[in-house]
Structures are given as C-alpha cells and as structure tokens.
C-alpha cells in the first residue's frame, strides 16, 4: 500500500513541469506577438511612407523611375514578410493542435488551458486580419503603380505627337521659305527680262551717239539737248528724242503683264553754278521741274502716268560727275538693307542672284549653261570654307559675299543688277572686313574696270598681276590692310560705286 501511495504522489509531482512548460510555451507566444507587433509597427510605418512617396510622385514624375523602384523593394519587403507570418500562423496552429491534444488528456487545469488557447485564437484570428489589411494596402500601391505607369506613357506620348508636330512644323515654314525666295527670284528674273529688252530697244533706237550715255540702267541725255540753260522747257530736238522714249515705253507696257508694278523713274539734274530767278529760286526747283516737263511730256504722248516718277537732284549730283546708277523698278528694292547668314534653304535664289548680276556684267557669255558648274562649286567650296553674309532689302536678295575667315579671301561680292548703285556693295564689304580685320585679299578682272574702281576708293591696291586658268582673261590681284600696317595708297579722285559683281577668281569655268 505504501508503494502504491509513492506511486500516486510521483504522478501528482508532473503537473509542475506541465505547467512551465506551458508558461514557457505562453511566453514563446507572447514574445512571437511582440516581435509580430514590432514587425506591424515597421509595417505601419513603410506603408505610412509609401503614402509620402505616392504623394511626391505626382509632384515629382522626374524622380518616378527611381520611387517605382522603392515601391518594388518595398513590395517584396512586404511579401517577405507575410510569407513570415503564414510560417508563424502554421507553426502556432500546429502547437495549438498539439496543446489541445495534450489538454485533452488532462484532468484539472484544461478548461484553463482551452481558455488560454481559446485567446491565442482570437489573437491569430486579429492577426490574420492585419495581414489581409496589410494585402489590401499592397494591392492599393500596386494599382496605384499601374496608374502612375499610364500617367507616364500618356505624357511620353503627348511629348512625342508635340515633337512631331514642331518637327513637321519647322519643315513647312522651311519649305516656304525657300519656295518665297524662289518666286521673288523668279518675280526679279522676271522684271529683268522686260528692263533688259526696254534698255535693249532704246539702245537700238538711240543708237551710239556722243551726246547720249549709257550709265548702268540709266540713259543720261545731256541737258543742252532737251533745255536751255537755266529752263524747264523741252526744245524741239529735246521732244524728238523724248518721242523715241515715248514708244518704247508704251510698248513695254502691251508686253508686261498688268499685275507687274514698274515705274521709271525721270531724274531732273543741274550743273553746279547756283541760280536765283523768280521763277527757280534754287536748282531744287529747276531740277525738279526739268524733271516734271519730261513726265508730262511722256503722258501726253500715251504712256500711264500711273508708270513715272520725277525726281529732282539738283546740283548735288551733276551729271558730269558719274552719279550713281540705281533701279528704275516698281519700289521692290525700297526700305532698309538687313544682313543675315546664309542657311541652306538660300540656295536656290542665291545661284540664281549669281547668274543674273554676271550675266549683267558680261551679256556676250552664255551664264544660264554654267549654273550647274556654279552650284557644284557653291557646295562644295565655298559653303564649307567661307563666311557668307547675305543682304535683303523688303524681304528680297540683293547681294551676298563670301570671304573665308581663315585666310582674308574674298571670293564674291554679288549685288543684283536693279540694286546697282544702292550701296549694297559697301555694306557688304564693311561686313567683310568686320570678319577679317586683318587683311583681305582678292582677284579681280581687268576688263571689269567699275570693280578695280570700287575696290581702290574702299583702301584696296593692286599688288600683282595673273590669267585666270579657267577663263584665259587677265586679273589683278588686290589687297586690303587696315590703315596701320599698310603703306597708304590714296584712291582715285574718279572712283565710281561698287556693285558690279565680282569672282576673286576670274570668270566662271569656261565648259
């Protein structure tokens, strides 16, 4: 019986070792939920500031490749860590299993145990909710990429159709460009065809005679053939010739079509002695009125006044002072003289420009049937080496000159044949000599004796003498240094104004 009762008291004696166990267990728990807890907190607080970022990203769309990213670690940090707690929730229930077998089969204290396991229930069931809440927050920020993403490829392709539309735009106003230059050269061409064959005619009816010039486009009569000295009245053998004038006009006008603007212009001069009468108080006044007796003449004879202008000079400009020429045109070249570099879009009317002043300059060469030669030269020598410069006066070309900025050499200066005279050519040198303060140096023909004068007059000096290879006519050479580093060489008392185009080079390829 004794041995029984030893028997019965060891068994009593494991129920404190249950129940450590089972405290130790309870603290496993707890501690598995506190450190489940922290994990909440630092949960809380990444998805706290995926907010804060998500917010920056609509602010900050430059930044958004690198957000995404955070928001991809943070997404797997996420993941890594449910899959943690799915571990953690397999492994309680699997203890929760295993106390429930244990309570099972105990007698006082189970119910106490089933209400302590009953608790780590709710408390895995509250835990599981955090989880499904902690997925629904990853689902947000997944939607929320996604809609960042198409946010992204809109604006991409917005900017895309934008660069599109300013890349198709700058082609068109390109395209007009050189198209309006093209129809102004071919307006200009156009007009110089009818100026060329009303000069042509009037040349042909005036004849060589000594008392009539041929001044660029203008024919000078001396005054003594159409006034008297100090009058305004036409002599008789004054309205003869005026008559000839007459009847090339009107049939310049039945060859013109109507919606050509022209005019010519009438230029009254006096000599330099002053006059005082009462009927011409100045020269102003005889000038002028020289000038209106010649254009009511012309009106009286059939022409449109609509086509005439007078201009009065007075003794400012005497004839026997070579003035300069200018266009008797419709007004196309009136207005201020702008320069600007050349661009690509330029070509078309720049080797048309070309042709029309050389053919001006030397109407016994054929220029049309080297304008291919020109332009294969205009490529590839001097638009890759030369500083180009053109003038526009009304939004037209009137001249262009090319210099290369490396050694001084001035190969063109190209003024259209209706804007001779207009000081264009000035222009366009002074902007030479701005890029090449040091020296410029060209070749110019012989026979072009209008050029050699221009050049002389503006500092230039012959400094030798060569043929061109290309064309077989002689050339000068000529130089230009600033003041300080030359030997001064007064220009010609008689130089006349620039404005005759000029190739450094001699005349353009012969075939």
Same mark, same amino acid.
């Given at each position: 019986m004794a041995l029984a009762?030893?028997?019965?008291?060891?068994?009593?004696?494991?129920?404190?070792?249950?129940?450590?166990?089972?405290?130790?267990?309870?603290?496993?728990?707890?501690?598995? +939920?506190?450190?489940?807890?922290v994990v909440q907190f630092f949960l809380s607080q990444e998805v706290t500031g995926k907010d804060t970022a998500l917010a920056r990203l609509n602010a900050q769309i430059a930044q958004l490749t690198e957000l995404l990213s955070m928001e991809k670690a943070g997404k797997a940090n996420l993941e890594d860590s449910l899959?943690?707690?799915r571990a953690g929730l397999a492994t309680a229930e699997s203890e929760r299993e295993r106390f429930k077998g244990l309570y099972e089969g105990v007698g006082p204290g189970a119910a106490a145990a089933q209400g302590k396991v009953n608790t780590l229930t709710s408390e895995l069931d509250s835990q599981k909710q955090l989880s499904a809440r902690a997925l629904s927050q990853v689902e947000l920020l997944n939607q929320q990429i996604a809609a960042l993403r198409r946010q992204l490829s809109a604006i991409e392709e917005a900017l895309q159709a934008s660069e599109?539309?300013?890349?198709?735009?700058?082609?068109?106003?390109?395209?007009?460009?050189?198209?309006?230059?093209?129809?102004? /050269?071919?307006?200009?061409?156009? +007009?110089?065809?009818?100026?060329?064959?009303?000069?042509?005619?009037?040349?042909?009816?005036?004849?060589?005679?000594?008392?009539?010039?041929?001044?660029?486009?203008?024919?000078?009569?001396?005054?003594? &053939?159409?006034?008297?000295?100090?009058?305004?009245?036409?002599?008789?053998?004054?309205? /003869?010739?005026?008559?000839?004038?007459?009847?090339?006009?009107?049939?310049?006008?039945?060859?013109?079509?109507?919606?050509i603007a022209w005019v010519l212009r009438i230029d009254?001069?006096?000599?330099?002695?002053?006059?005082?009468?009462?009927?011409?108080?100045?020269?102003?006044?005889?000038?002028?009125?020289?000038?209106?007796?010649?254009?009511?003449?012309? &009106?009286?004879?059939g022409v449109p006044a609509r086509r005439l202008v007078a201009a009065g000079f007075g003794e400012f400009q005497p004839l026997d002072n070579d003035p300069p020429h200018r266009a008797e045109t419709d007004g196309a070249m009136s207005g201020p003289l702008s320069l600007r570099p050349y661009a /690509?879009?330029?070509?078309?009317v720049v080797v048309e420009l070309w042709r029309r002043s050389w053919q001006q300059a030397y109407p016994d060469i054929d220029f049309s049937a080297r304008v291919d030669w020109w332009r294969e030269r205009?490529?590839?020598?001097?638009?890759?080496?030369?500083?180009?410069?053109?003038?526009?006066?009304?939004?037209? +070309?009137?001249?262009?000159?090319?210099?290369?900025?490396?050694?001084?050499?001035?190969?063109q200066i190209v003024v259209a044949p209706e804007a001779w005279g207009e000081k264009i050519a000035e222009a366009l040198l002074a902007e030479a000599k701005r890029i090449c303060p040091q020296k410029i140096e060209l070749h110019v023909n012989k026979?072009?004796?209008?050029? &050699?004068?221009?050049?002389?007059?503006?500092?230039?000096?012959?400094?030798?003498?060569?043929?061109?290879?290309?064309?077989?006519?002689?050339?000068?050479?000529?130089?230009?240094e600033p003041p300080r580093s030359r030997l001064a060489r007064e220009p010609s008392p008689l130089a006349g104004e620039g404005g005759a185009p000029e190739r450094s080079d001699g005349e353009p390829g012969e075939g």
């Open positions: 009762r030893t028997r019965r008291d060891r068994g009593v004696d494991y129920w404190p070792g249950f129940v450590d166990a089972l405290s130790t267990l309870v603290l496993g728990i707890i501690f598995l +939920l506190s450190v489940f807890v899959s943690a707690l599109k539309k300013d890349k198709e735009a700058q082609a068109r106003i390109a395209d007009l460009g050189q198209r309006l230059n093209v129809a102004l /050269a071919q307006r200009v061409q156009e +007009l110089s065809k009818y100026r060329s064959e009303f000069f042509g005619k009037l040349r042909a009816i005036l004849g060589a005679r000594p008392d009539i010039r041929v001044v660029g486009d203008r024919f000078v009569f001396q005054s003594e &053939i159409l006034f008297d000295s100090g009058s305004a009245g036409l002599k008789p053998e004054g309205q /003869a010739e005026v008559d000839k004038l007459a009847g090339a006009l009107i049939d310049l006008e039945k060859q013109i079509p109507a919606e009254g001069h006096t000599d330099v002695r002053p006059i005082a009468s009462s009927q011409f108080p100045s020269n102003w006044e005889l000038s002028a009125a020289r000038a209106i007796s010649v254009v009511q003449y012309l &009106i009286g004879r /690509a879009a330029d070509e078309d205009w490529r590839k020598e001097l638009v890759p080496n030369a500083s180009i410069t053109l003038a526009e006066r009304a939004g037209a +070309l009137v001249g262009f000159v090319t210099i290369d900025p490396r050694t001084g050499y001035l190969d026979d072009n004796a209008r050029a &050699i004068r221009f050049y002389e007059k503006h500092g230039f000096v012959i400094t030798g003498e060569s043929t061109n290879p290309l064309s077989g006519r002689p050339v000068f050479a000529m130089r230009w």
